[in-house]
C-alpha cells in the first residue's frame, strides 16, 4: 500500500485530502498542529502525530521513521507583503529572477 505524509493545517483541505486518500488505498501518515487541526482527522489518518509549531523539527523525523518518501502541505502559506518585498530584494541582490524559495517554519514563524 503506498504511504504518504501530509502537514495539515487548520481548514477543511486536510479532511478533504485523507478522505481521498483513504478511496484510494493511500495509506496517510499525518503531522498535526496542535490546537489548530480538526481533531477529526484522527478517524481518516493511518497515523497522526500532533506537535506544536516550535517542535517542526521533529516532522522530518517523524515521516523518515514512517517509510514517507512524499509529504504534501493541506493548506496554503499566506506570504506577507514584507516577506515578498525580502524574496524580491534577494532576487534583486543575486540578480538571477530563476531563484527557487524554499520555506521553512521555525519557533517564530516562517522564515
Not at 11 to 35: D, Q, T
Not at 68 to 76: C, G, I, R, S, T
Request: glycine share 8%; hydrophobic share 45%; proline share 2%.
Amino acid at each position: 500500500m503506498q504511504k504518504i505524509g501530509l502537514i495539515a493545517g487548520n481548514r477543511k483541505f486536510p479532511l478533504l485530502f485523507c478522505e481521498e486518500a483513504l478511496k484510494r488505498s493511500v495509506e496517510v501518515v499525518v503531522v498535526a498542529i496542535r490546537g489548530e487541526t480538526s481533531l477529526a482527522i484522527k478517524k481518516l489518518a493511518h497515523k497522526i502525530y500532533w506537535l506544536n509549531l516550535r517542535d517542526f523539527k521533529e516532522m522530518f523525523d517523524i515521516f523518515k521513521s514512517q517509510g514517507v518518501k512524499e509529504v504534501f502541505m493541506a493548506d496554503p502559506i499566506v506570504f506577507t507583503d514584507s516577506a515578498a518585498n525580502k524574496v524580491a530584494g534577494l532576487i534583486q541582490e543575486e540578480g538571477n529572477d530563476n531563484l527557487k524559495l524554499r520555506v521553512y517554519i521555525t519557533g517564530g514563524g516562517c522564515s
